[in-house]
């Protein structure tokens, strides 16, 4: 047993004050006023005295190994998307990933999650050179940091028919024989429109439905995908989606950038969950993604790094300022929205109600944040407080399962500098290459 006790928690039915939380066997059992802890005295405790308890935020679409990029340098001009795959990504990075790779870029991964308050990890590990076992590389890594994780291997069709067929079965035999891991599950994955053809999205989407795993997808992250379907089937992606007959509640979409207002009313109709990269979609020039109107109807939509940048906090920033200036509209994605998004709504796009929240029967899949704002907190500003003016040194305690990752500030039994170290020596390798 287990109690943290905050001088806030946020819970699902609002910011309580000197509240604590019991937690037993992973599960949070009872949400209770400090003054009525008595009856615990003798129970570890973690006191977030000055502090905030919240959920943990889930980080509902990123690639690991994107790491290894983060610096690279290339003397090809990339002008579009389109470049930014074909010329840069898929020779210069995808390509070259290999299990070494796959190791330090995972263990950094873990680093950045739990220094940041991740405590759930969606993963689509590119790397068509890494098949067969590349997730489970992934999982047994991340079983040493003790985090919560979702893993796939992102399928397509774009090298040679064994390697698409490899893929698929790695997401299918990892999620078969994880479906009773509490922690860590796979789920299936493919690339785009433009890297599969019909019968193989048709084939992944049968297979996920075999294992009872959601279905992945990176959708419209420029105006090469909807371009190239409409020159290819005289239709916008998720039209061809919608006749493929695949789109429904176990739909993650990444990226949604690109959007036609019917594709809009499709995705929202088939009740598709969406996941939203707000900075890695600027660094790519795909455009902004129109998810205030998603939100304003009622879509689930979750938030991701994309591998790009890891802060947490760094994301919900941009999801939380960049509509507003691309809309001159200051009151699109408040903050509540925007926590939401990072907690409870990326935990739905999974299909986890007890994931992302604070009440009775939720795992304890909690962080704790320093309140040391030069003004106050309250009811009516904590979202702005904790999206614009924190940061992961401000998270002081991550929780996951009832675990303790980070306490008071520090990542426990984890080597960061020897990490670091490693990853930035098979990075060089790597960069050697070009």
């Not at 439905?209 to 105006?223: A, R, T, Y």
Request: aromatic content about 8%; some cysteine; proline content about 3%.
């Amino acid at each position: 047993m287990l109690v943290v006790k905050g001088k806030y928690v946020l819970t699902s039915d609002g910011l309580k004050k000197n509240y604590a939380l019991v937690i037993e066997s992973g599960t949070i059992t009872e949400l209770v006023p400090i003054d009525q802890l008595k009856k615990y005295e003798g129970v570890e405790v973690i006191d977030a005295v000055n502090g905030i308890v919240t959920p943990g935020f889930i980080n509902a679409h990123t690639h690991m190994y994107g790491t290894v990029a983060h610096g690279i340098h290339t003397e090809k001009k990339i002008k579009d998307f389109t470049d930014f795959l074909e010329i840069f990504w898929w020779p210069m990075v995808e390509d070259q990933i290999d299990h070494e790779l796959i190791k330090a870029t995972t263990a950094w991964a873990c680093v950045e999650s739990i220094d940041s308050g991740v405590t759930t990890i969606v993963d689509t590990l590119e790397a068509p050179n890494s098949l067969m076992g590349c997730l489970n590389i992934e999982k047994n890594i991340i079983d040493k940091f003790g985090l919560r994780a979702y893993l796939s291997f992102e399928a397509s069709q774009r090298k040679d028919e064994e390697n698409s067929i490899n893929g698929l079965k790695e997401n299918y035999n990892f999620a078969l024989e994880n479906k009773g891991n509490d922690l860590v599950k796979g789920f299936m994955s493919i690339h785009t429109l433009f890297t599969c053809d019909k019968e193989y999205i048709l084939k992944a989407k049968k297979m996920a439905d075999e294992i009872g795993s959601f279905f992945h997808m990176h959708l419209s992250e420029s105006v090469y995908e909807p371009t190239w379907s409409l020159k290819k089937y005289g239709k916008r992606p998720v039209e061809v989606y919608d006749e493929l007959g695949i789109l429904d509640n176990k739909i993650l979409a990444s990226q949604v950038v690109q959007m036609s207002e019917v594709e809009k009313e499709i995705l929202l109709n088939k009740k598709v969950n969406m996941i939203h990269m707000p900075l890695s979609n600027c660094e790519v020039g795909g455009g902004i993604a129109p998810y205030p109107d998603f939100i304003e109807k009622k879509g689930n939509v979750g938030l991701g790094s994309d591998g790009y940048i890891n802060n947490f906090f760094e994301i919900m920033r941009g999801a939380f300022l960049i509509h507003k200036a691309y809309r001159q509209d200051p009151q699109v994605m408040n903050g509540k929205e925007v926590f939401e998004m990072a907690t409870k709504s990326g935990a739905i796009s999974i299909g986890r109600n007890d994931l992302g929240v604070i009440e009775v029967g939720a795992k304890a899949d909690i962080i704790t944040i320093e309140l040391d704002t030069p003004t106050p907190i309250n009811e009516h500003n904590v979202y702005d407080q904790l999206i614009l003016f924190r940061n992961p040194q401000n998270v002081s305690n991550v929780l996951v399962n009832g675990n303790v990752l980070k306490r008071d500030g520090k990542l426990i039994n984890i080597d960061v500098k020897k990490i670091k170290k490693d990853l930035r020596f098979v990075t060089q390798k790597l960069w050697d290459k070009q």
